[in-house]
């Protein structure tokens, strides 16, 4: 009897594409418990790598879905978390109890039982203490249908427990930052395809989190839209110096990424010479076309030329500037980069 009862049961667990979560998966699949797998995309994740997720649908023999938060709401978020930021413009605490509320709606819509994490007691210090634990579960409104298998014994007995549908004894007491026990059950359990423990969110770098204040700083955070956020990721950010922005391509991805973005900006391109493509604020000034035709050539591979043409195109209108590249060791160069790097 009690067998077949968990058999019957379905679980949706999370799968970021990190260890932790597959182990935590891994423990009630094994249980016999049916599990489908859920990898929410908020749109700032660095790891995008689909190869990936189709590697560890099969070595968990499980199907992982892999839904979109909704923008606007996220981006709600990120402008005033509830909780705060973490070390840079991360709002992991308000980001955690939104997809968990994703995932409680997707629990319902497909009839599963509860929801499991991979979540480590003490492993980060914003998310996973034992007091915003508890509160994550308040707010997800889950509270006992959250299952964190790796944590399970330190933590109070959940609804799969307490029915009989896991067995707790079968859980796990892990605790810190070591990753010694992982690793050790990865190897036991044959689970050999995941991510490396490396942040894995663009909010928690420092560069994107120093782009995205300035971006508030100037613009007035509430302004502030989904497009203007995602066009962050791409390309060398500058702000001139009467306050237009220009972004420049590293490499052809990032053109190709930036094309997209086109529209309400002038395209700046040098003649005769590979390079980066370069969007500059529609409102920009013809000093500031020139300071950015400028950069764009610094970084073409006519940087070297004593002049170079640059063309400038918007809504149909072209401009020509004949320029001189900027040198490498500009000043102007760190004067007017947004990010911390280069």
């Keep these: 009897m009690s067998k077949k009862r968990v058999k019957n049961r379905k679980a949706i667990a999370l799968i970021s594409g990190g260890l932790d979560s597959q182990l935590a998966a891994k423990l009630i699949l094994d249980q016999g418990v ?23 649908e099969e070595d968990l023999g499980i199907e992982i879905r892999r839904p979109k938060v909704d923008e606007e709401k996220y981006l709600e978020i990120i402008k005033s978390p509830e909780h705060g930021y973490g070390s840079a413009m991360n ?35 914003m998310t996973q203490r034992k007091d915003t634990i508890d509160l994550i579960k308040s707010k997800s409104g889950l509270d006992k249908r959250l299952l964190r298998p790796l944590s399970a014994k330190l933590l109070s007995p959940t609804l799969p427990e307490e029915e009989g549908w896991v067995k707790r004894e079968d859980l796990l007491d892990i605790e810190g930052r070591s990753r010694r026990v992982q690793l050790e059950l990865a190897d036991k359990l044959g689970i050999n395809n995941y991510s490396q423990p490396a942040g894995g969110c663009l909010l928690t770098e420092e560069e994107f989190g120093h782009r995205l204040q300035e971006l508030f700083d100037r613009k007035g ?8 956020v995602k066009l962050l990721r791409h390309g060398r950010h500058f702000r001139l110096r009467n306050g237009a922005k220009a972004i420049i391509g590293r490499n052809e991805d990032e053109n190709e990424q930036l094309s997209n973005f086109s529209s309400n900006f002038w395209t700046l391109r040098i003649k005769d010479y590979p390079g980066p493509l370069t969007l500059v604020s529609e409102d920009a000034s013809e000093e500031e076309l020139t300071s950015a035709s400028r950069i764009t050539a610094r970084y073409s591979q006519g940087r070297d030329e004593a002049r170079l043409e640059a063309i400038a195109k918007k809504n149909g209108k072209t401009i020509i500037y004949q320029v001189e590249p900027l040198n490498s060791d500009s000043d102007l160069i760190e004067e007017l980069r947004i990010e911390s790097s280069n």
């Design 34 to 56: 049916e599990i489908i797998g859920a990898n929410y995309r908020t749109g700032f994740t660095t790891e995008e790598n689909d190869d990936l997720f189709d590697r560890i």
């Design 91 to 125: 709002p992991c605490l308000d980001c955690r109890s939104l997809i968990l509320q994703e995932a409680k709606g997707y629990m319902k819509e497909i009839s599963a039982d509860f929801v499991v994490t991979g979540e480590v007691l003490g492993q980060r210090p």
């Design 221 to 228: 955070r509430e302004e502030v839209t989904v497009r203007e």
